[in-house]
Nanobody
């Protein structure tokens, strides 16, 4: 099994920065990609940024130039550096991992971390 633990959320004022981390633990798995998604109140969960094992990234237009995703493959940890935060970035941010476990492709979610941006 794979477990994902997120950290780094909090409250900031508009224009501020936060860095989220997602650490994957377990054994016998191979990561295909990891991603950050956000879910605002009364909204669907949506993609923020995704990064594959080889470092290919894709991201939502709303975060272009402000958010940067990165990975430490050796430690199975993913980061999201969020700069120039805006009130509309307020949401619960979830870590998502797609991995091969015992020959099967499986998806895993973290517990979520709250990000609140005040104007």
């Amino acid at each position: 099994q794979v477990q994902l633990v997120e950290s780094g959320g909090g409250s900031v004022q508009a224009g501020g920065s936060l860095r989220l981390s997602c650490a994957a633990s377990g054994s016998g798995f191979s990561i295909n990609y990891m991603a950050w998604l956000l879910q605002a109140p009364n909204s669907e969960r949506e993609l923020v940024e995704r990064i594959t094992y080889d470092g290919t990234t894709n991201y939502a237009d709303s975060v272009k130039g402000r958010f940067t995703i990165s990975r430490d493959n050796a430690n199975n940890t993913m980061y999201l550096q969020m700069n120039d935060l805006r009130p509309e970035d307020t949401a619960v941010y979830y870590c998502d991992e797609n991995a091969v476990v015992s020959g099967l492709v499986r998806g895993y979610w973290g517990q979520g971390t709250q990000v609140t941006v005040s104007s």
